[in-house]
């Protein structure tokens, strides 16, 4: 089955720069899109970052110029290189894949950018 495993998140000084890590199994990874969502306290999960097959990317407004997301094939894993984050990017942070209609996620990894 279709598995994900998210790390390095963390606390952050606001300036300051993470790397996420998104290792896949149990798809076709090659074949398809991944992408990373976020959720804030009290808000909806939102489309951070996308990246498809053809490695063409697409990032969400806010986040254009300071993150960077990136896939390795042979490995099997998506990364979000997060620069100059700010407090409004505290969030758990999802890899996610859609299959057709439905969406498989990773158990999340917890971003806090604070002083």
């Known amino acids: 089955q279709v598995h994900f495993v998210e790390s390095g998140g963390g606390l952050v000084q606001p300036g300051g720069s993470l790397r996420l890590s998104c290792a896949a199994s149990?798809?076709?990874?090659?074949?398809?899109?991944v992408n990373w969502f976020r959720q804030a306290p009290g808000k909806q999960r939102e489309l951070v970052a996308s990246?498809?097959?053809?490695?063409?990317?697409h990032y969400e407004d806010s986040v254009k110029g300071r993150f960077s997301i990136s896939r390795d094939n042979g490995k099997k894993t998506v990364s979000l290189q997060m620069n100059r984050l700010q407090r409004e990017d505290t969030a758990i942070y999802y890899c996610?894949?859609?299959?057709?209609?439905?969406?498989?996620w990773g158990q999340g990894t917890q971003v806090t950018v604070s002083s």
């Open positions: 996610n894949v859609y299959l057709g209609a439905s969406p498989y």
């Open positions: 149990g798809f076709g990874f090659n074949n398809y899109a």
């Open positions: 990246i498809d097959n053809a490695f063409r990317t």
